[in-house]
């Protein structure tokens, strides 16, 4: 049970990330295939893509109806209770582990979890129109934040803090990754030529770093690509660099943070000896794959605590 604890403390804070990330992803592929010209090569299936699903076998397993495609991949990402990427299910499953770790959370935290599980259950029945929609998202968000905010200035800082911290950063670096992958190197098809250099606004808006990458781009000599941008800048808090640094952060107080380290090192250590400008295309799709992998196998090593870590966990529960 104890081990089963830890577990549900890292989850909690993947899965608060994971519904802020996909409510954010929404909000920012609409207004990106809204605003695409009508060749795009990008479509609704596009955020199916990012969230892990095969959307053409998905799509074509979904009974038929009169709804649009649009309406078919927002009812599976948002109001679809029994889709492993929804927003309902996030919901459902922070919940479900927020309640089982409930004496390691501020009472503050779990009201506020317990708040933003009320608002979806009412508002996530039903989606009225693009405009409902976005609102709906943007409060989702918003809200995801507060809980945050209450956390940040309300938990004890323990081992239970550090591992919800860790499964946050994780969550957001996966999905940068995937962002990345999916609407930015799949249009890119893989060569031997050293690539163009894109600001890819809908990556940006995406992950909320139009703002701060124009800032960036300003106190730069040269012209940086977005995707070199939330791989290797520190300061921008979705970058990659930034989650890694932050995972370390909180490993380093924990019974097996070393081992955890060292796989963050490693990923570390791929950004830090490549110059990315360099990068072609090919090259660039080759270092997404082995982050992707890296950060698998970095949740695999903090899936399994020590028992010395058990423990010291089960103090604190009985405290």
């Known amino acids: 049970m104890l081990l089963k604890s830890l577990d549900h403390i890292f989850w909690l804070g993947r899965y608060l990330e994971r519904l802020d990330d996909t409510a954010r992803l929404i909000n920012a592929t609409s207004h990106l295939l809204i605003d695409s010209h009508k060749d ?6 596009l955020l199916l893509d990012v969230l892990g699903q095969n959307s053409v076998e998905l799509l074509s397993q979904l009974p038929a109806s009169d709804l649009t495609l649009e ?24 919940k479900q582990n927020a309640r089982t770790v409930r004496q390691l959370i501020p009472r503050d935290m779990w009201e506020e979890l317990n708040s933003l599980d009320l608002f979806l259950q009412e508002h996530c029945q039903q989606l ?60 890119l098809q893989p060569t031997d030529i050293k690539r ?11 992950l909320g770093g139009v703002e701060s990458y124009h800032y960036y781009l300003a106190h730069q000599n040269t012209e940086v690509d977005a995707v070199d941008y939330l791989l290797t800048y520190a300061d921008f808090p979705r970058s990659i660099a930034y989650c890694l640094h932050r995972v370390a952060a909180s490993a380093k107080a924990l019974p097996h943070g070393a081992a955890i380290l060292q ?37 695999q090593v903090i899936s399994t605590p020590s028992i010395e870590f058990s423990s010291e966990l089960s103090q604190q529960m009985s405290a």
């Open 40 to 45: 795009s090569q990008f479509s609704w299936s």
């Open 71 to 94: 309406q078919q991949v927002m009812g599976f990402l948002i109001t679809d209770a029994s889709s492993q990427v929804s927003i309902r299910a996030a919901c459902s499953a922070l």
């Open 128 to 187: 009225q129109g693009r405009q409902h929609r976005y609102k709906l998202m943007t409060e989702v968000s918003r809200r995801c934040q507060m809980v945050v905010g209450v956390l940040d200035g309300t938990m004890l800082r323990s081992d239970a803090f550090d591992l919800f911290n860790i499964g946050r950063h994780l969550e957001r670096a996966d999905m940068t990754t995937r962002i990345m992958d999916v609407m930015v190197l799949q249009q």
């Open 196 to 206: 163009p250099r894109f600001r890819w606004t809908s990556i940006l808006n995406a």
């Open 263 to 299: 796989r963050v090192w490693q990923l570390q250590d791929l950004l830090k000896t490549q110059n990315l400008a360099e990068l072609t295309t090919g090259q660039l799709h080759q270092l997404i794959d082995q982050l992707q992998t890296g950060i698998i196998e970095l949740h």
